[in-house]
């Protein structure tokens, strides 16, 4: 089984991308609302893939990214996915090296299911 966080502060963004991972076999999925929440999730448990958020109301999410990637002993390695719909990135973005990929919001339902088949290989 893999194990999915999902971190939004929307919850209809955490509710969808949920049911489509719930949809397929073998995935355990978690999610938090926020940084603390995802800190404490992320300290409990081992991920294989992580969905981040970039606003949090209590923070930035993508700090997330960087707390996993500094500390792969403690949190593993997992695929990290930061999400924004008001960022954009490019490859000269200092936070990129702490995240596998980039997904602009609205995303597109295909395109989450190619990042869930990736985890499934």
Known sequence: MSNVLIVDDDSGV???????IRHKDGFNVSEASSVAEA?????????DLVFLDHHLHDGIGWDIAKMISLDTQKYGNPRIIAMSGSVITNNND?????????????????ELNSIIEGVQA
């Open 14 to 20: 955490r509710t969808l991308i949920s049911a489509i």
């Open 39 to 47: 800190e404490v999730s992320c300290t409990a448990n081992k991920y």
């Open 94 to 110: 200092d936070s990129r090296k702490y995240y596998s990929q980039f997904i602009s919001k609205p995303f597109n339902i295909s």
